[in-house]
């Protein structure tokens, strides 16, 4: 049902996927289409974004995570997309693409993996899903998208070295 990488086809689906999630705004689909031709233009290695997709039991694009480590660290690593399609949500696909993140860092030496979310109500599920899916919530910046909307910032350690400490 995983598979690594990105194919030029799977862009159009991907980026409908994000937007029937309804959770992203029109510059945010444009970010991740954005990054999504950069992987395909540099690949993994150079872009520094890596893609894992999932399917549906017919084979359907069904969601998606993109993440890479983060310039300037050693070891830490950014979860920067994680998308499923509302129809499919609440089957496990979350869950397994953070399982394939997780795995996947581990293996290129990574030491913690970051995740960050809005305050927002509407965002509570993805609070939820990352506590139950091993991240802790470290830190919290008031008023960072907006007035009244604070960026929440997860982590998970992948069991290479110390765990990160914070807040939260």
Request: glycine share 12%.
């Amino acid at each position: 049902m995983i598979q690594p990488g990105l194919a030029p086809e799977d862009v159009a689906p991907l980026i409908e996927i994000v937007r029937a999630t309804g959770f992203f705004r029109a510059e945010e689909v444009a970010i991740a289409h954005e990054l999504m031709e950069h992987h395909l233009a540099q690949g993994p290695a150079r872009s520094g974004y890596h893609f894992e997709r999932v399917r549906d039991p017919e084979g359907h694009l069904a969601g998606f995570a993109c993440y890479g480590p983060i310039p300037g660290t050693d070891g830490s690593f950014d979860l920067y997309w994680l998308a499923v399609h509302p129809g499919m949500q609440g089957r496990g696909l979350g869950r397994l693409l953070v399982e394939t993140v997780v795995a996947e860092t581990a293996h290129m030496r990574g030491r913690c993996l970051y995740a960050e979310t809005s305050s927002q109500p509407l965002y509570a599920p993805t609070q939820t899903f990352y506590v139950h899916n091993g991240f802790h919530e470290i830190a919290r910046l008031p008023d960072f998208y907006r007035p009244g909307d604070d960026k929440i910032v997860y982590t998970r350690n992948l069991g290479q070295g110390v765990p990160p400490t914070g807040g939260g």
